[in-house]
């Protein structure tokens, strides 16, 4: 678990700052670039090795889970009549299946929306790319019906995410025995600011594409 | 005090348990947890029922064996307490409290709010111990020079009582805390270098073969840990685990 999800948290800064393009270079020459990129993320064969890499730590990270849970299940088949969890732990450390699985609800919607069309879907071409930037603009436009369903959808999904990094980032490098005096409670803080940032930057894109297209 | 409790009733292993009601009248604000339990039972042995099985012994914190899940936290609100120095000034006139046994399959129970711990005795068993020469020869502990810092993390681990707090408390049983403070009073010491990295092995495989949860890290077990036991523990135990088995030939 560890392992993987501090590997998928730097996935997660690489896919921010493709994301980021959609807000920082606007009009013609964004489309461009955003195209151009989105050919470069999914031909160029290290970006693919990384790109399989990933998906088995989305794997890996989801059956391990459930592994563990259905586990930890058995080690106390019957449960207590009052128990107080809040007077001892966040309840985000509490509630990291729950969280997971609003996460992975939202990744298998997410990855159809824009991964499956950018692959297979039928996608509208500009200068001779796939013009995944007029798909995306589009998902999050007020002219599409459901334009404010996703923006809200991912918003939500993004605050999931940031209650997940919220344990998460501290908790992988303990179960990796890093652990230091000196050093945790600096780990600790950079995984809030982390878990506090990463999740703000992106759910600001789709309401940022939402309210220039008004 | 006029309280109600809420007392878990099991007649034995097999039997499936209920929460029943007893009323208790006239409980000084002085008296602990435990003598507030005798005074409980004392009033079901007067109407000709059956007393509450508690597990408990010293009654001065250091034995580990009183065990109650109080008002849904292990050894009751307070912090650094076992249950046996949990004072009823600790709680209100009218109060209802609801007190059950640890719950965790490796903590099977036997009668009411006793439950059997030897799973804790048999991870000791695989490991939890250094293999001394007692033939006369043995070198005196104070002849060797260790780290004041080391020593007092080592004697910090070593004040773990094993009561089952942790177990009691994890969302998922997990006997982590337990452990790494076992593992940790001797990786931390000259004593224990010969033997730790298969101890660790040992003792984490005998915890796993135990049916105890895993760790997630929510910390819920250092918090309620009557002796202060660290979480930094965990992650010594994890790292000496993982270089164990990484080094193992």
């Known amino acids: ?214 | 005090m006029d309280l109600t409790l809420k007392v878990w009733r099991q007649n034995g292993p097999q039997d499936a348990g209920r929460m029943e009601t007893y009323p208790v009248s006239d409980v000084s604000p002085d008296m602990s947890f435990l003598e507030m339990m005798d005074m409980m039972n004392d009033q079901i042995i007067r109407s000709g029922g059956d007393p509450v099985a508690f597990d408990h012994d010293c009654r001065e914190g250091i034995c580990g064996m009183c065990s109650m899940f109080i008002n849904g936290e292990a050894h009751g609100p307070n912090r650094g307490t076992t249950t046996c120095q949990l004072h009823m000034r600790s709680f209100k006139d009218g109060d209802t409290i609801t007190i059950e046994p640890w719950r965790a399959s490796a903590f099977p129970v036997v009668k009411d709010l006793a439950v059997d711990r030897s799973s804790f005795d048999r991870v000791i068993q695989s490991g939890g111990y250094i293999s001394v020469n007692t033939s006369g020869e043995t070198l005196d502990a104070n002849a060797i020079p260790v780290p004041k810092g080391q020593a007092d993390d080592a004697f910090s681990a070593a004040t773990c009582i094993g009561c089952g707090a942790c177990v009691a408390t994890c969302k998922n049983a997990s006997a982590m805390l337990f452990v790494s403070a076992k593992v940790s009073q001797f990786a931390l010491l000259p004593q224990g270098q010969p033997e730790r990295a298969t101890r660790v092995q040992r003792m984490v495989e005998q915890m796993d073969k135990e049916g105890f949860g895993n760790c997630t890290n929510t910390g819920a077990c250092a918090v309620e840990c009557p002796k202060g036991i660290d979480l930094s523990n965990i992650a010594r135990m994890n790292r000496d685990y993982l270089s164990a088995s990484a080094l193992e030939e």
């Open chain 1, 1 to 214: 678990m560890a392992l993987t999800g501090l590997f998928l948290c730097l996935f997660l800064v690489g896919h921010l700052a493709g994301n980021l393009q959609l807000i920082f270079i606007t009009g013609e020459e964004g489309q461009q670039a955003f195209n151009e990129y989105a050919q470069f993320m999914t031909t160029f064969p290290l970006v693919k090795i990384l790109s399989y890499l990933t998906y088995a730590s989305v794997l890996f990270h989801v059956v391990d889970g459930i592994v563990l849970t259905m586990q930890n299940r058995k080690a106390r088949p019957v449960g207590y009549v009052k128990e107080n969890g809040a007077a001892n732990a966040k309840w985000a450390s509490r509630n990291m299946g729950i969280l997971g699985t609003i996460i992975l609800v939202f990744l298998v919607s997410h990855m159809q929306s824009f991964w499956y069309t950018m692959h297979f879907g039928d996608i509208p071409m500009h200068n001779g790319l796939k013009d995944l930037h007029t798909v995306v603009l589009q998902f999050f436009s007020p002219e599409n019906s459901l334009g404010l369903v996703a923006v809200v959808g991912y918003v939500l999904a993004q605050m999931a995410v940031a209650f997940h990094l919220s344990h998460g980032v501290q908790s992988g490098f303990q179960s990796l025995g890093v652990r230091h005096a000196k050093y945790t409670p600096i780990i600790e803080l950079s995984g809030m600011g982390f878990a506090l940032l990463v999740p703000t930057l992106f759910a600001i894109i789709p309401i940022f594409l939402y309210i220039t297209q008004l």
